[in-house]
């Protein structure tokens, strides 16, 4: 325990290490170690703090820091909440294994421009956990933006036409999505309440209740899709396309910051803007239910039709992301556990199958599932790793992904959703199918014709294969000790 | 009709100035040549000064210069002098459009050594090319 | 000598004009010299005026030897012309410090009477902000105009061309608004503002057909100047054909001043409740403002010249701001007056670091920004921060008007102005997002894709490094980091200066 004034500090602190190591990291390009050195001191700063500050919280307390106070009544401000610790922990305690990873695969692809890689990783990273510990609307969407701006060059980071193209509609879709949805519901919302500072519980939200029906439906609905990074159809169209860019970057992209930024900007609006109660009485919840579940159901069919690996990755992202937002949708105390809690499941699991990607495409230069059949035997690690991670994904018992599935199905229950129950069935048995056969096919399937595997083990250098083992065993670790993280979540709840 | 004319008469410097401006305002954006359109702004212009000018007037009433009047008393009353106010603010508008003036002659000078011309159309087929 | 400060506003460019011509035998440095020098000492007179009014919180009144109103001329310098008055001046100051160059550059000849020009034309400016008086205001917008003229037909070529058709579009609006100013006299006998405020409140002026048309008159030259869609056609040619010096002193500052004068007619002169319940053109006047803001970003994102681009940007910037002061509420209100400040800062920004590209590149089009972000490296961040401003990214200070904009129309119930902003500024995100990816990652459609040299620093071929000089530098950084400092410190210049202002009755 440290002192309460600590705990002012380490909030800030904690967005802006990485911050403060982009100078660093930009001035010593020329000497990649001491680059590196920087990137990993602050992520070392920045998860102790983080750590430092959920034992305070799960103390129950909640940190208020105000940096700036813009106008009158609007405030740039840092709020640390059990709902926002889920988040920070899982993205702050991943930076680490990512960067790892991330110069691994950069130093043995030789790539260009490391660079300014490693500082807009870094920017990002701040603009993350921003949004974590945002005390309300407008902080939150300064980060949600310098997220989107911050991420653009890693995304057009190869800067050939397809990655410009892949770039401009990731921009185009966040970009049109925050400044044309967003921005204009989060100023209707100050003009109504005055305020744009969430509420305390999930319940009440801060919409006065004789607000007109229908404009709070348009402002619900505004939220929903304007947050784009969440993938919900017809706004996900930007994640396929981004999956042009290097691989840790659509494990970033894909498990530890941008969607999840999306999902959890989503979350925070729902439950700490609308409440559970408005959302309750407009019957938002079951609308949004049925939304998230064609989403559900149809990135998985998509999916299954995917050759590449990283696109059929992205596609069950795409998918997974909907879990998170169903959950909370159902608004069953339950199933907004289930829903929160595959923030860190998911996480998890994710970032190991695009880590697997990126190694099998280090090590062998193959993007086709078709191609990597027998490959298995070559990479048993990374493709261990990956097995363990797609039955997180199905939700296979005891990987963590099981515990998210059974918090919704018996959240659906209590919500009497029925049809939801079959959704998620439906989509089991199809994670079943485009994640199993990719496991069957590298251990037991044969190679491609004319190729030839030479006996032994050639993994992807030590540095990432590390990385990889890490977040598949955690990813089993959650299975096993889900209250590491549901400890916070039940926080929410109560 | 019968009530018309006399509306008309009744304020007709107002009407004067009034076909003046448009006098000018269609010289500035109808002609062609760009001489013809400062003379039409200056036409504009005096239109304006002419305005000024005569809503000073009085009926019967003297320069504003102090009288006096038989019993060497200064004639203090209002309604005998014209109003200065808007005079003198001409004299002001008129170095302005004075200065207006040349600075138009100037640029004009400069367009036809550019382009040879000061047609408007021909010009914009100067620049075109 | 502090209470005289409002004065010296005036008076010392004016002075500096007038010795600028004599000094002619003293060389280029010396006419630079003395015109930085002016310029900082109005920057401090204007910075002790307007301390003078947060000090005695209420307007200071200047008579002009001291006759007394309503028949002397005054200056009267209240919270609102107290800020626009320190951006007029800052920004005049920054502008020639950076023309040191460029000036040079397009005036080898003539350079004090350049330099003379340009001090008459931040005479005007200010004088209008400065002015209580409305004839005497017809007087000042007239020396800036054509001060502003002779400024911009610098230019060369075909800016005689588009100068001359300026002066004939101005010399329209400056008429009527004179013509509109004869109206409101045979009315009330008065041109002194403060008096004319009170006497126009009488009930059965209120009603006078004669006001209306006076003020009809006296609005639609202001909208001629300022250039409001449909009447800103002459704006875009005239602006953009001048030499980069004049462009980046025109460009901020005479429609920003243009758009106070508005406000100052609307809402002094006048009064809010006589625009909105006598005039209630407030509707139509909304959509057109929404129409020149969508209209002239999308006209900027049809340019390929540079410069031209950036005027059609100004255009949409006018929609905005006119549209908000129309919206008839606090939030309106403060979000054209702090867009006044914020317009003039990011328009300056913008138009400083185009002006150094081109004078580095010699290039005009996009093919100027080609590589900047290794070329010149500084001026590229400069002119990321001011393209941030008016896409409205927080926290620059674009962002905040904007808010305070879309909140006054979300409460004024003008959902097409909210789209129209939010159109606008995504249209505007896609301009600069165009021209920074090729300043970023270079053109590929002009040349083959840069080679990839493996592990390292450079992209593509080693570009020398260009940056531009110090004396362009320098104003350029003082105004992208001022649209930072504006931006994180609204609140306190709203509460201290704007809020001030709000009409009685909002």
């Not at chain 1, 044309?180 to 989060?186: C, D, E, I, Q, Y």
């Not at chain 1, 998210?404 to 079959?422: E, S």
């Not at chain 3, 004179?178 to 004319?196: H, K, P, Q, R």
């Not at chain 3, 995504?426 to 600069?432: E, P, S």
């Amino acid at each position: 325990m440290f002192s309460p004034s600590f705990y002012q500090i380490a909030p800030v602190i904690a967005v802006c290490a990485s911050l403060a190591a982009v100078p660093l990291i930009a001035l010593s390009g020329s000497r990649p170690n001491l680059r590196e050195f920087w990137t990993f001191l602050a992520a070392g700063v920045k998860f102790a703090m983080v750590f430092a500050l959920a034992g305070w919280v799960l103390a129950g307390n909640v940190v208020e820091v105000e940096l700036i106070r813009v106008l009158p009544e609007l405030s740039i401000a840092l709020r640390v909440d059990s709902f926002g610790m889920v988040f920070a922990l899982v993205s702050s305690f991943l930076w680490m294994v990512a960067a790892t990873y991330t110069i691994g695969y950069m130093r043995k692809l030789n790539e260009h421009a490391q660079t300014r890689f490693m500082v807009c990783f870094a920017l990002s990273l701040c603009a993350a956990i921003g949004v974590a510990f945002s005390a309300n609307l407008l902080t939150m969407y300064i980060f949600y933006e310098m997220l989107s701006l911050s991420t653009y060059p890693l995304v057009a980071h190869h800067q050939d036409k397809e990655g410009r193209a892949g770039a401009r509609k990731y921009l185009a879709f966040l970009l049109g999505g925050s400044v044309g949805l967003v921005l204009p519901a989060m100023i209707v919302i100050f003009a109504i309440t005055g305020t744009v500072n969430f509420a305390d519980n999930i319940n009440s939200g801060i919409i006065p209740a004789d607000t007109g029906s229908t404009l709070v439906v348009i402002l619900f609905f505004a939220c929903l899709f304007g947050f784009a990074k969440n993938g919900i159809m017809p706004m996900h169209a930007w994640l396929p396309g981004a999956m042009v860019a290097p691989t840790p970057v659509s494990a970033l992209l894909h498990a530890v910051a941008v969607v999840k930024v999306g999902v959890f900007c989503t979350i925070r609006v729902m439950l700490y803007v609308f409440g559970i109660d408005l959302m309750d009485d407009l019957n938002l919840g079951v609308i949004t239910a049925y939304i998230v579940s064609f989403t559900i159901v149809t990135a998985s069919i998509i999916a299954l039709t995917k050759d590449n690996l990283k696109a059929r990755l992205a596609y069950s992202t795409i998918s997974q992301l909907s879990y998170i937002i169903l959950g909370v949708a159902l608004l069953a105390p339950a199933a907004i556990e289930g829903g929160i809690i595959h923030i860190a499941n998911h996480a998890f699991s994710k970032i190991t199958l695009f880590f697997c990607a990126g190694a099998i495409y280090v090590a062998t230069h193959k993007k086709n599932i078709s191609e990597m059949g027998g490959l298995g035997r070559v990479m048993p690690f990374t493709f261990g790793a990956f097995a363990v991670a797609s039955l997180s994904m199905i939700g296979v018992p005891p990987v963590a992904g099981f515990i998210t599935k059974w918090y919704l199905l018996v959240g659906a229950l209590d919500a009497g959703q029925l049809g939801i129950i079959l959704v998620l069935l439906a989509s089991t048995l199809l994670n079943v199918a485009y994640f199993a056969p990719i496991t069957y096919h590298a251990f037991f399937g044969k190679p491609p014709a004319g190729e030839v595997h030479g006996g032994g083990i050639k993994e992807a250098p030590l540095i990432m294969v590390l990385p990889i083992l890490l977040a598949a065993t955690i990813s089993v670790i959650l299975g096993f000790y889900p209250d590491i993280m549901m400890q916070f979540v039940k926080m929410v709840t109560s | 009709m019968d009530e018309l004319f006399p509306f008309i008469i009744a304020k007709y410097n107002y009407w004067a100035s009034l076909i003046l401006l448009f006098i000018g305002l269609y010289g500035m954006i109808a002609k062609n040549n760009l001489m013809k359109k400062i003379i039409g702004m200056i036409i504009f212009q005096t239109a304006i000064l002419l305005f000024y000018v005569s809503i000073g007037v009085k009926q019967g009433a003297s320069v504003p210069i102090l009288f006096f009047s038989e019993d060497h008393q200064p004639l203090l009353e209002a309604s005998a002098y014209a109003n200065p106010l808007p005079h003198v603010l001409m004299l002001t508008a008129i170095v302005v459009g004075v200065g207006t003036l040349g600075v138009a002659l100037a640029i004009l000078q400069k367009i036809q050594r550019v382009h040879g011309t000061i047609e408007e159309d021909e010009i914009l087929e100067d620049m075109r090319q | 000598m502090i209470d005289q400060a409002p004065v010296f506003i005036v008076i010392i460019p004016l002075l500096a004009a007038l010795l600028l011509v004599f000094a002619t035998p003293l060389g280029p440095r010396f006419a630079y010299g003395m015109l930085v020098t002016a310029l900082a000492a109005t920057l401090a007179a204007a910075l002790a005026t307007l301390n003078l009014v947060v000090a005695a919180n209420q307007a200071v009144h200047y008579r002009m030897g001291d006759w007394l109103p309503p028949h002397g001329i005054e200056l009267v310098i209240d919270h609102l012309s107290g800020v626009v008055l320190v951006l007029v001046a800052g920004c005049a100051l920054l502008t020639a410090i950076y023309s040191l160059r460029t000036a040079e550059q397009d005036n080898p000849d003539r350079l004090n009477q350049y330099y003379s020009l340009f001090a008459l034309l931040v005479t005007g400016l200010l004088g209008m902000v400065a002015s209580g008086d409305l004839f005497n205001l017809y007087v000042l917008l007239e020396i800036s105009a054509l001060s502003s003229y002779g400024l911009l037909a610098r230019g060369g070529g075909q800016a005689y061309y588009a100068t001359f058709k300026y002066l004939i579009v101005g010399t329209i609006g400056a008429c009527f608004y004179l013509l509109g100013v004869g109206y409101i006299y045979i009315m009330t006998g008065s041109l002194n503002m403060a008096d004319l405020a009170v006497i126009l409140s009488r009930p059965e002026l209120q009603e006078s057909v004669s006001v209306k048309i006076g003020f009809t008159l006296i609005i639609l030259g202001i909208w001629i100047k300022m250039a409001l869609f449909p009447l800103h056609a002459w704006l875009p040619n005239a602006y953009s054909k001048a030499g980069t010096t004049t462009a980046c002193l025109v460009a901020p500052l005479m429609t920003k001043v243009s758009v106070y004068i508005m406000l100052r007619m609307m809402f002094t002169v006048f009064s809010a409740d006589y625009i909105f319940n006598q005039i209630a053109w407030s509707e139509l006047v909304i959509y057109l403002a929404s129409a020149a803001a969508v209209v002239g970003m999308l006209a900027a994102l049809a340019q390929r010249d540079l410069r031209k681009m950036l005027t059609y940007i100004i255009v949409a910037e006018i929609g905005y701001m006119t549209g908000g002061a129309w919206l008839a509420n606090a939030a309106g209100f403060t979000g054209t007056t702090y867009h006044i400040l914020a317009d003039g800062l990011m328009t300056l920004c913008l138009f400083m670091a185009v002006g150094a590209i081109i004078y580095r590149t010699g290039e005009t089009t996009k093919a100027a920004m080609v590589g900047i972000f290794q070329k010149m490296p500084i001026t590229a961040v400069v002119l990321v921060i001011g393209a941030a401003s008016i896409i409205g990214v927080p926290p620059t200070c674009g962002f905040f008007s904007k808010w305070y904009l879309i909140q006054g129309a979300a409460q004024a119930g003008a959902w097409v102005f909210v789209a129209a902003l939010l159109i606008a500024s995504l249209v505007a995100a896609v301009i600069f997002f165009r021209l920074l990816e090729v300043a970023f990652f270079g053109d590929l459609d002009a040349a083959p894709a840069a080679p990839e040299d493996g592990h390292g620093q450079g992209h593509g071929p080693a570009v020398a490094r260009a940056e531009a000089p110090l004396s362009m530098l320098i104003p350029m950084m003082i105004s992208a980091a001022g649209l930072i400092v504006l931006g994180i410190y609204t609140r306190e210049v709203v509460s201290y200066f704007i809020s001030w202002s709000i009409p009685a009755g909002f």
